[in-house]
């Protein structure tokens, strides 16, 4: 079973960055997928970005693409987004996924506030 722990998360005023962590129990490369989803106040969860581990190809919400990045460090089983140009409608909880064999994992969530 995969364990997911975010971090990175806080308050920052429009046009600024943050840059979440998500630190996995398993090896990065054996997870098929890992991204991250977003839900903010009285809405549903909502895809962000994903990184398919194997082909290192990365998908990305349309609007994100441009401001946000997904990446990974291997060495540290860890995934990053890192986001910038931050806009107050990209306030919410951010989640990690990782997605093997098939079954699901979710972390802990971290909040995001953009606010000026």
């Known amino acids: 079973q995969v364990q997911l722990v975010e971090s990175g998360g806080g308050s920052v005023q429009p046009g600024g960055s943050l840059r979440l962590s998500c630190a996995a129990s398993?090896?990065?490369?054996?997870?098929?997928?890992m991204g991250w989803y977003r839900q903010a106040p009285g809405k549903e969860r909502e895809f962000v970005a994903q990184?398919?581990?194997?082909?290192?190809?990365?998908y990305y919400r349309d609007s994100v693409k441009g401001r946000f990045t997904i990446s990974s460090d291997n060495a540290k089983n860890t995934v990053y987004l890192q986001m910038n140009s931050l806009k107050p409608e990209d306030t919410a909880v951010y989640y990690c996924?990782?997605?093997?064999?098939?079954?699901?994992?979710w972390g802990q969530g971290t909040q995001v506030t953009v606010s000026s």
């Open positions: 996924n990782g997605q093997q064999d098939g079954a699901n994992y």
């Open positions: 398993e090896i990065i490369f054996s997870v098929d997928i």
């Open positions: 990184m398919f581990t194997g082909s290192h190809t990365n």
